[in-house]
């Protein structure tokens, strides 16, 4: 069993829809958590960092961690067709920085 | 634009044969991180720099090594390469906390 867990998709929805995403994972030392934004093999963009367990939320995005659950969800709202990407969650412990990734979820939204 | 360089872009070259792979951190970071993205295995770590030490290293091949110089500039250096190398080659850097910027990636083809 992997570390991450995250449904690679891929999801497809109309423009102005909200994009649900998650990702599960096993490792309870895990303390950071984080979203990142990747287009077609370039570069994964920080998109929201969050501590621990709770909410977050930074114009359309908003993060969720629930620490219990060991489960964390980005919401895009109002999609459009610019973020059509793959979105990889990501998680640290603390004093261990290097990050644990998800496998990536591709989205598509559609005009 | 993250701020992370890397140089080359591209790199094609045969199995057996010894590449280097250079990344400049972002201005005042001092952590350098690598990571490996291939479609079968996702985003791996392979190792951590810190101020000219390393800090911290994953599933990172003993044909595989990496320095950070006086100037904070990383190299990875990749030898004996087989096809299985291919992928692409993610720098990334941060001030010593838990968010990580990435660079642009060198994409790497093993023939």
């Known amino acids: 069993q992997k570390e991450v867990e995250q449904d690679p998709g891929p999801l497809s929805v109309p423009e102005g829809a909200i994009v649900s995403l998650n990702c599960t994972y096993s490792n309870s030392a895990f303390q950071y958590f984080m979203w990142y934004r990747q287009y077609s093999r370039k570069g994964p963009e920080l998109l929201m960092y969050?501590?621990?367990?709770g909410n977050k939320e930074d114009g359309r995005f908003t993060a969720q961690v629930d620490k219990s659950s060991k489960y964390i969800s980005l919401f895009i709202r109002d999609s459009q067709p610019s973020d059509s990407a793959t979105y990889l969650c990501?998680?640290?412990?603390?004093?261990?920085?290097?990050?644990?990734f998800g496998a990536g979820t591709t989205v598509t939204v559609r005009a | 634009d993250s701020g992370v360089t890397q140089t080359p872009k591209h790199l094609i070259t045969a199995t057996g044969q010894r590449v280097t792979l250079r990344c400049s951190p972002r201005?005042?970071?001092?952590?350098v991180y690598w990571y490996q993205q291939s479609l079968d295995q996702g985003l791996q770590f392979l190792i951590q720099y810190y101020n000219g030490e390393e800090r911290a290293k994953g599933n990172i091949l003993e044909r595989f090594s990496a320095q950070q110089f006086p100037d904070l500039h990383s190299e990875l250096n990749l030898s004996s390469l087989e096809l299985g190398d291919s992928a692409l080659y993610f720098c990334?850097?941060?001030?010593?906390?838990?968010?990580?910027?990435f660079g642009p990636g060198t994409r790497l083809l093993v023939l």
């Open positions: 990501a998680m640290s412990a603390q004093d261990d920085y290097k990050l644990s």
């Open positions: 969050t501590y621990s367990s």
């Open positions: 990334a850097s941060s001030p010593g906390g838990e968010t990580q910027y």
């Open positions: 201005s005042g970071d001092l952590s």
